[in-house]
C-alpha cells in the first residue's frame, strides 16, 4: 500500500518516507483479502477453514455472511476461494469503500459508527437467509470492525432509532469499547452469540479481523459468533455508571429490566447447543502489522523495540510519551541505542475540551508529540502515527508524521501549534504544514500504530 503526505509527491527520501514504508508494509500483513486466503483454502473436497477441515463431501450447501469495514475485501477473496461452491450470501461494509459488488454475495454499505436503515436492511437479509438451515449446512463468517454498527437487528420490540439514540448516547459518555458492546449485545439479535443461534444446526467458522485492544473475541464486532460473558445485569450497570438513564428512550430501559427479571433469554452463552457445531478464529490483528512493522524497520537497519498493542488513553498524552522515549533513545541510549525504531499499537481516545476543530485521534497524537520535540536537539526523531482504517476524525487524513522540526516549521507559516492543540485542530494544522498521512479508506482496521524513529544522538 503506497502512502503519502498530504496530496503533494512522495517525500524526498529521509525518516519520512521511511516511515511510510514501514507503515506501507505493516498494512501489507493485515491485508484482508491475503489474510482470508491464507486461512481459507480449498484442497478437493477438503475445505480448510481456520483451525477445522470441513468435508464437503458432506455439505449440501455453502453461504457466507461478512460484516464490517473489511467485509467487502474480505467477501470477494472467499468468493474466489468457493467459487461455484458457494450457494450464496450477504455481506455489508461501510460506505466509500473499493469494492461496491460482488459476484456471489448481496453486499449492502451500511452505516457507522451508527447503524442505519442499510445495517436493518442487511441484517434482516441475513438472518432470512441463516433461519431454517440443517445440520448439513455450512456458514462462513467474515468478521470485522465496525459490525456493531454495520450489521443490527434489534431486539424484542426495539426499533433502529432507539438503537440509534442508545449508540450515539453510549459513544458520548466516554464509556470503553467493551462497556459499549456490553449494551449493544443485550439490544440485538445478532450480537452476542446470535448469529451463531440463528446459523444452529448448520456448521459455522468464522474468521475474525480485530479492531479491538487486546482483540477479545467477544467485543469485536460485539461477538455474534461466540459466547457472551456479560448479562443484562451488566449492560444496566452500564447505563447507571455513565448516568444515561434519563437520556435513553423508554423501550430501551424496559427491554434491559425485562431481560434482568429473566422474562426475556439471555445472549448465548458458554455451553449452549449453537456452539457445539462452532469455531471462531482470530485471522489478524494490531500485533500482526506491528510485527510486519519492525521487520521492515530493522531492514532499513534500525535496531526494532516492540512496546505492545495495547496502548489507550487521551492521544496527546500519548504523543508526549512516545516523544519522551525518543528523547531517551537519543540523549542516553535508553532503552536502546540509535538509530531505533519504536513501534506501539492501540486506540487513543480524544477529550473535547473545546468544540470547533477539525482533526481526529491520530493526528492530535502527533501534534502533541511535535510540540514536546520543539527543539533543535531532537531533529532526529521522527513519529508518524497512524489510523488503519485510513480514516483519522472528520478529515481525508489517516493520520500524520512529525519530527523535531515540525513545530518550528509550522511557526514559520504562521501557524500556532499550542493554539491548533488546544482547539483540537490538529487536521487544519498537518493539512496546511502538507504532513497528514493519505491513504483513503484502506479496506481494513486494525486499530493504530506508532512509529518512532530516532537516526542519530541528540544534538548540543
Not at 197 to 225: E, F, H, M, Q, W
Not at 305 to 310: D, Q, T
Not at 428 to 452: K, Y
Request: charged content about 15%.
Amino acid at each position: 500500500m503506497k502512502l503519502r503526505l498530504g496530496h503533494g509527491p512522495p517525500p524526498s527520501p529521509g525518516p519520512a518516507a521511511r516511515l511510510l514504508e514501514i507503515l506501507g508494509v505493516a498494512m501489507q500483513a493485515v491485508d484482508p483479502a491475503a489474510l482470508v486466503a491464507s486461512h481459507l483454502r480449498l484442497d478437493g473436497e477438503q475445505l480448510h477453514a481456520g483451525p477445522v477441515t470441513v468435508d464437503l463431501g458432506a455439505v449440501d450447501r455453502v453461504f457466507l455472511v461478512a460484516a464490517g469495514k473489511a467485509a467487502a475485501t474480505m467477501a470477494a477473496a472467499a468468493e474466489r476461494i468457493l467459487g461455484p461452491r458457494l450457494s450464496g450470501g450477504v455481506a455489508v461494509t461501510a460506505r466509500g469503500g473499493g469494492i461496491h459488488r460482488l459476484e456471489r454475495c448481496t453486499l449492502h454499505e451500511g452505516g457507522h459508527p451508527l447503524p442505519d436503515p442499510s445495517s436493518l436492511l442487511a441484517a434482516r437479509q441475513m438472518a432470512r437467509m441463516l433461519e431454517g438451515l440443517t445440520e448439513r449446512d455450512l456458514v462462513i463468517a467474515l468478521i470485522s470492525g465496525g459490525s456493531s454498527a454495520l450489521l443490527e437487528l434489534p431486539a424484542g420490540r426495539l426499533n433502529l432509532v432507539d438503537l440509534q439514540t442508545a449508540t450515539a448516547s453510549l459513544l458520548a459518555s466516554g464509556a470503553a469499547i467493551h462497556e459499549i458492546n456490553t449494551v449493544r449485545r443485550h439490544l440485538s439479535r445478532l450480537k452476542g452469540g446470535g448469529l451463531a443461534r440463528l446459523a444452529a444446526p448448520a456448521r459455522l467458522v468464522a474468521l475474525v479481523l480485530s479492531d479491538v485492544v487486546g482483540s477479545p473475541l467477544d467485543a469485536i464486532g460485539s461477538g455474534p459468533t461466540v459466547p457472551d460473558p456479560t448479562t443484562y445485569a451488566d449492560a444496566a450497570a452500564v447505563i447507571a455508571r455513565y448516568g444515561l438513564w434519563s437520556s435513553l428512550p423508554a423501550s430501551i430501559s424496559e427491554h434491559l429490566r425485562t431481560g434482568m427479571s429473566g422474562r426475556i433469554a439471555e445472549t448465548a452463552k458458554q455451553g449452549e447447543p449453537c456452539f457445539a457445531r462452532s469455531a471462531t478464529a482470530l485471522i489478524g490483528d494490531n500485533a500482526l502489522a506491528a510485527r510486519a512493522a519492525g521487520e521492515a524497520a530493522a531492514a532499513l537497519g534500525y535496531g526494532v523495540l516492540h512496546l505492545g498493542s495495547r496502548f489507550q488513553g487521551e492521544a496527546r498524552e500519548l504523543g508526549r510519551i512516545m516523544a519522551s522515549l525518543g528523547q531517551a533513545v537519543a540523549a542516553e541510549g535508553l532503552p536502546l541505542a540509535a538509530p531505533a525504531c519504536l513501534i506501539a499499537g492501540g486506540e487513543s481516545t480524544v477529550s473535547l475540551k473545546r468544540l470547533g476543530g477539525v482533526g481526529g485521534r491520530n493526528q492530535e497524537l502527533a501534534l502533541a508529540a511535535a510540540i514536546a520535540l520543539d527543539d533543535p536537539r531532537w531533529a532526529g526523531i521522527s513519529l508518524a502515527s497512524f489510523g488503519t482504517d485510513g480514516v483519522d476524525g472528520a478529515t481525508d487524513a489517516a493520520g500524520a508524521v512529525v519530527d523535531g522540526t515540525t513545530a518550528a516549521r509550522a511557526r514559520t507559516m504562521g501557524l500556532d501549534p499550542q493554539q491548533a492543540l488546544a482547539g483540537h485542530d490538529s487536521g487544519r494544522f498537518f493539512q496546511t504544514l502538507g504532513e497528514a498521512i493519505v491513504s483513503g479508506p484502506t479496506g481494513t482496521n486494525v486499530n493504530d500504530l506508532m512509529v518512532l524513529l530516532v537516526d542519530g544522538t541528540a544534538a548540543g
